[in-house]
């Protein structure tokens, strides 16, 4: 059977400054992360790194962002990440600046562990 998703987890990010499209992705990223915890590697002794991890970027301007340097971010699992057109630009119309919004889907999946688990109560 193949991989099954075990999380999913969504953020925002910014770069105010700049229009770096690949800040505001990490951000974005960074913010997804910070509201999920893996104990399961921990409870199931699975290696950390039979994870595979798939991030989806939303920015106006997806070809500028670098994919290989956000999948670097990800601290466990094997990472890859697209960006697809998506987030927001505003315009400050005092300067004229643009700031770039980024949202990022972070999804985790491992292989199917079904027949390994059972309830703690069995």
């Known amino acids: ?19 770096d499209y690949t800040k505001a992705a990490r951000r ?14 921990d409870t199931t ?11 989806t970027v939303g920015v106006q ?6 994919a290989d ?10 990472a890859s990440v697209s960006a697809v057109r998506g987030g927001q630009n ?3 119309p005092e300067t004229g600046e643009t700031l770039v919004i980024a949202t990022a889907a972070v999804e985790a999946f ?6 390994d688990w059972r309830p703690a109560d069995c």
Request: proline residues 6%; without cysteine; aromatic residues 4%.
């Open 90 to 92: 505003v315009t400050n």
């Open 1 to 19: 059977m193949s991989d099954q998703r075990f999380i999913i987890e969504m953020g925002m990010g910014n770069d105010l400054h700049g229009m």
């Open 110 to 115: 491992l292989p199917y562990q079904g027949d």
């Open 28 to 41: 974005a990223i960074e913010d997804a992360i910070r509201h999920a915890t893996l104990p399961i590697f």
């Open 69 to 78: 340097a956000l999948a670097k971010v990800l601290p466990r699992g094997r």
């Open 45 to 55: 002794g699975l290696d950390h790194t039979e994870m595979r991890v798939q991030v």
């Open 61 to 66: 301007e997806p070809d500028r962002i670098d």
